[in-house]
């Protein structure tokens, strides 16, 4: 079973709609959860983190971490263009010193 | 100025040469990194480092080998390059305080012939 798991294939939203992307992990002891937006032939940018079970949330962007299920999840309000990316989702246990990353999801985003 | 650069940005080298790829960062901070991403694939981590003296193997180190020349330089070399080792290339750093968050390079991409 892989650690970080992203099997979503790309997603394609109309603008202004909602993009919302799903992420397992197989570590129950996992502590920290990241969302980075990567855009093609760039470098990973962190947009979001969360520790703590329920929703936390920055401008357009919300997570939502559920320990007990084991997934965070990521939604994208008023989907914009400049949002299409490969989203990877990222997860760091207690003790571990690395996070690893899930596939990523690409999100296209159709004015 | 960027706080986290690599050079080169972009290498195209033959199978056996042995390449270097250099990490700087002005940002301070104490731990570095180098990843790996192939296309479609998430990034595996090859070494890391949290000190000058600390240097670890992460998941994929076979095939390679790093040299931390000070806090702010984190070098990446290929001893012996091989097709497979084609991908694009990341460095990241972190500090010991905020450990979890990881600032990127903007990526060498290294095609080996």
């Known amino acids: 079973q892989k650690e970080v798991e992203q099997n979503s294939g790309p997603l394609s939203v109309p603008e202004g709609a909602i993009a919302s992307l799903n992420c397992t992990y197989s570590?129950?002891?996992?502590?920290?959860f990241f969302w980075y937006r990567q855009y093609s032939g760039k470098s990973p940018e962190l947009i979001m983190s969360?520790?703590?079970?329920g929703d936390k949330e920055d401008g357009r962007f919300t997570a939502q971490l559920n320990k007990a299920s084991q997934y965070v999840s990521l939604l994208i309000r008023d989907s914009q263009p400049s949002d299409s990316a490969t989203y990877l989702c990222?997860?760091?246990?207690?003790?571990?010193?690395?996070?690893?990353f899930g596939k990523g999801n690409q999100v296209v985003v159709i004015p | 100025d960027a706080d986290v650069t690599q050079t080169p940005r972009n290498r195209i080298t033959k199978t056996g040469k042995r390449i270097m790829l250099e990490c700087s960062q002005t940002?301070?901070?104490?731990?570095m990194y180098w990843y790996r991403q192939d296309p479609g694939l998430g990034l595996q981590l090859i070494y890391y480092?949290?000190?000058?003296?600390?240097?670890n193997k992460g998941e994929i180190s076979d095939g390679y080998s790093v040299s931390r020349q000070a806090q702010a330089k984190f070098s990446l070399s290929l001893e012996s390059a091989i097709p497979n080792q084609t991908a694009l290339y990341f460095c990241?750093?972190?500090?010991?305080?905020?450990?979890?968050?990881?600032?990127f390079g903007p990526g060498t991409r290294l095609t080996v012939l």
């Open positions: 990241a750093t972190s500090d010991s305080v905020h450990t979890d968050t990881q600032y």
């Open positions: 570590d129950r002891v996992s502590q920290s």
């Open positions: 969360i520790y703590s079970n």
């Open positions: 990222a997860v760091k246990t207690r003790g571990n010193n690395r996070l690893a």
């Open positions: 940002k301070g901070h104490d731990r």
């Open positions: 480092s949290f000190d000058v003296k600390d240097i």
